[in-house]
């Protein structure tokens, strides 16, 4: 897209890589507005959004652009917590940030901007390379995603820091935000500790997940809620699978252009084919596959839909 002259809502995080995307922009004749969307955030524990907010409008006041804040916390609450907490309990380990991006930040972000008039949208996600967020996009409704620019999309880490550099950014030395879209600086499992209770394991270990046990490795290989238990193994290979059953898939193009799939965040990337409402690998499959985590699924490195793992 030809952005001169286009008005562009980006959502502004506080970090370095929307910070650079807003400054392209600009730089590129775009009508930038800067937008932090504020989510939800567990009472009572650590919260660092305050800070974010901070940063992205220091961002904004050096690119002289506009800046507003979304209040997006009934989204955050209803879609992404409640979703989680639900998911957990029913003995599954969502993917709390692909709701997050559907629900939030393609969401309820894109129809506020262009209620207030906005030509298109803009996130500071990386879709290739070492920190490949396109993971995470899958579940973004297909118009909505080709509504988006990502600026910094095709770059590498290291050239977006010497931008911020160049740009004279005040976040250009900050640090990547380790934590989950909406806890922040909480992990998952103080989160899931302090909403569900600390006495059942079934509820807080994932499957594949290693276990601090003696004599180990071990790894979680099943669990029953009801019962409270997880049952470990040495291995977190167990069986020669070559299928993933999958539900609520989106897709971008028909599924039977799909040749490979990643069913793990940085997991490697495995060749095969859809049929119906599973994938069939070409090898046996790597790892355990989890259920309620997403299986994404590409043509040639080109993010073509995804869904979530059945079981």
């Not at 049952?231 to 020669?240: C, H, N, P, T, W």
């Not at 090898?283 to 839909?305: A, C, M, T």
């Amino acid at each position: 897209m030809n952005v001169k002259g286009r008005k562009i809502f980006i959502g502004l995080s506080g970090g370095v890589d929307s910070a650079v995307s807003a400054a392209l922009l600009k730089e590129r004749g775009a009508q930038v507005t800067g937008v932090f969307i504020k989510g939800w955030y567990p009472p009572g524990m650590p919260c660092t959004w305050a800070n974010e907010r901070r940063d992205a409008m220091r961002v904004a006041a050096r690119l002289h652009i506009p800046f507003l804040t979304l209040d997006a916390s009934a989204e955050y609450k209803k879609s992404v917590i409640d979703y989680l907490i639900a998911e957990y309990r029913a003995g599954r380990t969502p993917n709390p940030d692909v709701m997050c991006n559907r629900e939030v930040k393609f969401g309820a972000f894109y129809r506020f901007a262009k209620e207030n008039g906005a030509d298109a949208i803009a996130m500071g996600h990386y879709r290739s390379g070492e920190k490949d967020q396109s993971y995470f996009l899958w579940a973004v409704p297909k118009n909505v995603l080709a509504a988006t620019l990502f600026p910094v999309g095709q770059m590498e880490k290291s050239e977006v820091r010497k931008l911020a550099k160049k740009f004279n950014l005040p976040v250009a030395e900050k640090k990547d935000s380790q934590g989950i879209c909406f806890l922040g600086s909480v992990s998952v499992k103080e989160f899931l500790e302090k909403e569900l209770g600390a006495d059942n394991p079934a509820l807080l270990y994932t499957i594949g997940q290693r276990v601090p046990r003696p004599d180990g490795p071990w790894y979680v290989i099943g669990k029953d809620v009801a019962k409270k238990e997880v049952a470990v193994s040495r291995s977190r290979k167990q069986e020669a699978r070559t299928e993933i059953k999958f539900e609520n898939q989106n897709w971008f193009i028909e599924p039977t252009q799909v040749t490979e799939a990643q069913y793990r965040y940085r997991g490697v990337r495995i060749q095969g084919r859809v049929e119906g409402n599973h994938f069939v690998s070409d090898e046996p499959l790597p790892d355990l596959p989890v259920p309620g985590q997403s299986i994404v699924f590409y043509r040639d490195g080109e993010l073509i839909g995804g869904g979530i793992i059945a079981g």
